[in-house]
């Protein structure tokens, strides 16, 4: 408003949106699944997202070094394409993790993958409005992500998500525990 000298009444804000039929999966769960080698009996994480600093797979990997080996079936499928690529595979590898992390590249099925998934995570550490949480919301996800910028634009009650501060973690890891333990409160939060 002050670089342009605009009065308050003549800005409007369009917030992102997504279109309902593009979140429709064409591909059922369990066949997802069988594409990706990933049996039914399998706990999975989704995150979508260019895999950059910004984005956060780091942290991400961090959390579910935290907890793999409490859950032996935890698949993380990180959906994307970036210059991390080679420097989050080694450190999946040096976390212990790499046979749980799936890179996946980047993949036009989102909404078939989002069916997929038990959970979805945005490790953020910037964000404007993002597709992915809105896209996870309206396909029924239950969602752990960063408490920044326009996420919490988004989560406006409790319930709708879990969210959690930036560069943490223990915080992340905790959280996905507390779906992963409370499955109902996890399709609960979803429905939200």
């Known amino acids: 408003r002050s670089r342009y000298q605009l009065r308050p009444e003549k800005i409007s804000v369009v917030p992102n949106g997504v279109d309902p039929g593009r979140l429709e999966a064409r591909v059922e ?14 706990i999975v994480l989704l995150q979508v997202g260019r895999l950059t600093p910004q984005k956060g797979y780091d942290v991400l990997f961090e959390a579910v070094a935290r907890i793999a080996d409490r859950y032996r079936e935890l698949v993380v ?6 210059p991390l690529r080679d420097d989050l595979a080694s450190q999946a590898q040096s976390l ?3 046979n749980v992390v799936h890179f996946l590249g980047h993949r036009e099925d989102v909404a078939d993958l989002l069916q997929a998934a038990d959970l979805v995570t945005l490790a953020s550490r910037s964000e404007g409005m993002p597709y992915t949480l809105l896209e996870a919301m309206g396909s029924g996800r239950a969602v752990v992500a960063t408490r920044i910028g326009g996420i919490e634009e988004v989560i406006t009650q409790a319930g709708m998500a879990l969210l959690v501060p930036s560069e943490d973690p223990e915080a992340l890891a905790n959280s996905l525990v507390t779906l992963l333990e409370d499955p109902e409160g996890a ?3 979803g429905r939200a």
């Open 187 to 189: 399709e609960k939060m």
């Open 29 to 42: 769960r369990a066949q997802v699944r069988e594409q990706l080698g990933i049996g039914d009996e399998a």
């Open 77 to 82: 499928l990180a959906v994307g394409e970036g």
């Open 96 to 98: 212990g993790i790499a």
